[in-house]
């Protein structure tokens, strides 16, 4: 979990064979680190782990920018003085990474999963690994995700002897499919037992897909975050963070041992599991369109538009995740007790214990959905008109000036613009009307 950590860092410049402690002490006075800059958390936790010197003397090595793998892609190597032991570390989503993981809740294997399994393979050979020498395998969220991929999916499995998945996000049915069909159940099962899972309490990746960790292999660990701080529940750091309320505010402190373990999955962590039950229940061409749009918005919001392997969002994306995604989003909330459980820890901020005193209903206007689309289609009406009188126009001209003047082809050209966009507003209206009959049908349900 430390070297977890460290991927967070996003330091690549790493000289190769130096030791851990040795880059962190490097990193004393840089800005983004030591300085007190973006990093700092997580410097704070290497700083203090790595005077154990069992973490503190392991090797870089087989950094993945350095053998020319995407930055999507960030892994390395970390291995004991003795080189009797390796450590193999995948981060957590890098750049452009949002939609490859949405990709795969739908299918058997994504882009980056399989780079991540020619990285590991490439490390194999480059350092000669095999059963002499023990090979551990982990990563952070996607980093997790990829972790198990390579335990279940490489030749050199063998050589693999424990897989440690920190947060790290299931499978499509396909994947486990594929994998059951080529190994046979007893096959299957003996690599599973390789794979172990660790998930802050109220994680809401790692509950994603349909997981293959064994149940009796995984344990939750605290992860005490304000409130406010969704993004923290899911951020490894927290495993190694400590909150205290001093002077009317809270403190977090991080260090460098992980927190105690806890039974069980908080109320956040439990939502986002029956949430993903719902969405991996789907169809497979609306679990897709629906994951397409949750990861793009995923990825605007770390400020990429597309994808790393050039993924885009479609319209049809937009029309399963309205249609079908909304209304079981918002029926999680309401109808499940998980989700009211969950909107009254939030709303209640004194008292995480706070139940509804009654069940909760959402109503979806479909009229005023149908209000608007009437004035989109009469504002496609208007083009309409607009795109006759254009083209009559063009067609007044005198026949003189049709042949060698570039101002009738422009005129034509300006219609049929317009006509295409006129087209695409039209199927705007059908889309519309379409997700108001089926909130109307959804509420009338409720």
């Known amino acids: 979990m430390i070297l977890d950590t460290f ?44 005077e154990n010197e069992q973490i503190g003397s392991l090797i870089i090595g087989c950094q993945s920018p350095h053998m020319g793998y995407d930055s999507g892609t960030w892994s390395c190597t970390f291995q004991n003085v003795e080189q009797n032991c390796v450590y193999v570390v995948y981060r957590g989503t890098g750049d452009g990474e949002w939609p490859d993981n949405g990709i795969g809740m739908t299918s058997a294997a994504t882009t980056q999963q399989k780079r991540a399994l ?24 996607k980093g997790g995700n990829k972790a ?30 594929t994998w059951k069909s080529r190994y046979g159940e007893s096959g299957y099962e003996e690599k599973v037992q ?12 790692s509950v994603l897909g349909n997981s293959i960790i064994p149940e009796n292999h995984i344990r939750y660990v605290k992860t005490p975050v304000e409130k406010t701080n ?4 899911h ?7 400590s909150l205290s309320y001093e002077d009317g505010k809270y403190v977090t402190v991080f260090h460098g041992r992980k927190n105690s373990d806890v039974g069980q999955k908080g109320d956040l962590a439990d939502f986002a599991a029956i949430l993903s039950t719902g969405v991996m229940g789907l169809p497979v061409d609306q679990r897709d369109g629906c994951a397409a749009v949750i990861m793009h918005l995923m990825e605007a919001g770390a400020g990429q538009k597309n994808g790393i392997n050039g993924e885009k969002l479609h319209l ?60 989109l289609l009469e504002a496609s009406d208007g083009i309409n ?55 109307k049908k959804w509420d009338e349900s409720v």
């Open 230 to 233: 969704f993004a923290g529940y």
């Open 316 to 375: 049809s994306d937009l029309k399963d995740f309205a249609i079908q995604g909304i209304p079981l989003i918002a029926g999680s909330f309401f109808n499940e007790e998980e989700g009211r459980k969950l909107l009254w820890s939030v709303f209640y901020r004194d008292s995480l214990d706070a139940r509804p005193q009654s069940r909760i209903v959402l109503q979806v206007d479909d009229q005023q959905l149908l209000k608007q689309t009437a004035q």
């Open 385 to 439: 008109r607009l795109i006759n009188e254009v083209r009559e126009a063009a067609n007044a001209l005198p026949f003189y000036m049709k042949g060698y003047s570039a101002m009738y082809h422009r005129i034509k050209l300006s219609a049929n613009e317009m006509e295409k966009l006129e087209k695409k507003l039209r199927k705007i209206c059908q889309f519309q009307e379409y997700a108001a009959d089926s909130y």
């Open 7 to 50: 991927m967070y860092l996003d330091y690549k410049e790493a000289v190769e064979g130096t030791s851990l402690k040795e880059i962190i002490d490097d990193l004393a006075l840089h800005p983004d680190y030591g300085g007190g800059g973006i990093h700092y958390g997580e410097y704070t936790v290497l700083r203090e782990a790595v």
């Open 235 to 241: 951020d490894i750091k927290y495993m190694f963070a």
């Open 148 to 177: 198990q991929f390579v335990t279940m999916e490489s030749k050199y499995g063998d050589v693999i002897d424990v897989c440690y998945s920190v947060d790290g996000q299931g499978f499509s049915p396909q994947a486990i499919e």
């Open 194 to 205: 390789k794979i172990y899972g660790i998930h802050g309490e109220n994680d809401y990746v």
């Open 118 to 141: 020619s990285y590991f393979e490439e490390v194999v050979e480059t350092m000669e690994l095999n059963e002499d020498t023990r090979v551990i395998i982990t990563g952070h969220s």
